[in-house]
């Protein structure tokens, strides 16, 4: 370990030699590539994390840059995904950290994959489905987890240790956590470092394994207001809770519970997911639309094309997405007509 490097991380008391160690000997898994999770890699990777493991299933466009640090002009123009971009990134930042990235729009069976001998799961995702996964992939396997999220000025974060903390699906009932989206309410990235301030404090003390400074509250803030709560939650802890209570049923992990097509975070574009995960041949499929009269964009993940006014990606897994509308039978229509 270079001594010099996390010399200052080091003098800070609570971290210590020993506890920078430890941080040096661990695994976090970041699910989403985007504001939150480009900035929780950072400084993840910068404070010496023996491995991260980053997962996306988007690709860098223009709009990216305003907040999500990680990612430059070239990484737009290229439409690279966010994995891959932020896994070059980082590399650059810290050479001496194990990067692995995956373009994933990750389910069940992947986050329970993902997150086997991982020490800290940190939540950057833009959906509520994908946070309920991990909460209850996270109660399963019993592996800490940093909800966070943000939206205009407005933040939200909260620690999950497993058997200790109420879990996402405690809360669901007493806390605001849901509501607008960048894409319909904008953001300001003041907002986004406000919420991997706590979520990357909140993970140090982790990895530290420094337990008794674990806060209990959820917090949220709303930088424009000037204004700020805390709420103590650890009494709403609920013994009948189906995925951390007495009688666990995991509900969020159960294949009917699950959606195979969704419209993107108040975007026009819709994702369709195939009925089963499969590699394909990117290459020969361009060459088909080329043949059919079609511009074919491509790089080594993916490859875009327009149809009328819509803008369709296609990703190596057989997952689609269809920019520019929010209609789910049209956007079906589409990609059978394309993709079988």
């Known amino acids: 370990m270079n001594e010099e490097r996390y010399s200052r991380q080091v003098l800070f008391s609570p971290i210590g030699r020993k506890g920078q160690e ?3 000997n661990k695994h976090v898994l970041v699910i989403g590539a985007g504001a939150l999770g480009t900035g929780n890699a950072e400084v993840l990777v910068r404070a010496g994390i023996g491995k991260l493991t980053i997962v996306d299933r988007d690709y860098v466009e223009w709009s990216n840059l305003q907040r999500q640090q990680l990612y430059n002009e070239q990484d737009a123009k290229d439409h690279l995904p966010k994995a891959i971009a932020a896994k070059n990134r980082l590399e650059e930042i810290n050479s001496s950290v194990e990067i692995e990235a995956h373009i994933l729009d990750v389910m069940p069976e992947e986050l329970l994959n993902l997150a086997m001998g991982v020490d800290l799961i940190i939540d950057a995702t833009d ?3 994908t946070r309920m996964i991990l909460n209850d ?3 399963k396997l019993s592996i800490p987890w940093l909800y966070g999220a943000c939206v205009g000025s407005y ?3 909260f620690t999950i240790l497993p058997g200790v903390t109420p879990c996402l699906h405690c809360l669901l009932n007493e806390v605001p956590i849901g509501g607008l989206t960048c894409d319909t309410a904008g953001i300001i990235s003041p907002a986004v470092s406000h919420v991997v301030a706590y979520q990357t404090t909140e993970a140090l003390k982790i990895l530290v394994e420094d337990y008794e400074s674990i806060s209990h509250r959820v917090v949220s803030f709303d930088l424009w207001k000037n204004e700020h709560v805390s709420l103590d939650v ?3 802890k609920r013994e009948e809770c189906p995925s951390c209570g007495v009688h666990r049923t995991y509900p969020s992990l159960r294949y009917e519970n699950q959606t195979k097509t969704a419209v993107l975070c108040g975007r026009d574009s819709v994702q369709i997911r195939p009925a089963s995960r499969h590699s394909v041949n990117l290459l020969a499929i361009s060459r088909t639309l080329e043949n059919q009269g079609k511009r074919v ?3 080594p993940y993916l490859i875009r094309f327009k149809v009328d006014s819509l803008k369709v990606v296609l990703f190596y897994d057989g997952r689609a997405l269809i920019h520019g509308t929010k209609e789910i039978m049209k956007a079906k229509s589409i990609y059978h007509r394309y993709f079988g």
């Open 155 to 157: 933040g939200i974060s």
């Open 22 to 24: 430890r941080i040096r």
């Open 297 to 299: 964009e491509r790089n």
């Open 137 to 139: 992939v996270s109660q």
């Open 234 to 236: 650890r009494n709403l």
């Open 127 to 129: 959906n509520f489905e």
